[in-house]
């Protein structure tokens, strides 16, 4: 799908459950943006709760492993084109 969008379109992703820090390498690996959160999943591990803390900070590890970099709020507004607040 990441094919079909126009040249350098901006895009996030996410998945759900298990599959979500698997998912920010992924998004990352094809281009595009991550986000995570206990909206779309609630365990760091089997049997291991999370908190929104341990999601980002699992997600910022796997996002600078690639060799990628997380963005500030001011540079994720700048990227997307959101106004500032």
Not at 32 to 56: C, F, M, P
């Amino acid at each position: 799908m990441v094919n079909l969008l126009p040249e350098r379109a901006q895009f996030t992703s996410f998945a759900l459950g298990r599959d979500q820090l698997p998912w920010v390498a992924q998004s990352v690996l094809l281009g595009g943006h991550a986000r995570v959160g206990l909206e779309d999943n609630l365990y760091l591990a089997r049997g291991v709760k999370a908190t929104n803390a341990q999601l980002v900070a699992r997600a910022v590890t796997i996002v600078e492993g690639l060799g990628a970099s997380v963005a500030t709020p001011d540079q994720t507004r700048e990227i997307f084109g959101l106004a500032a607040r």
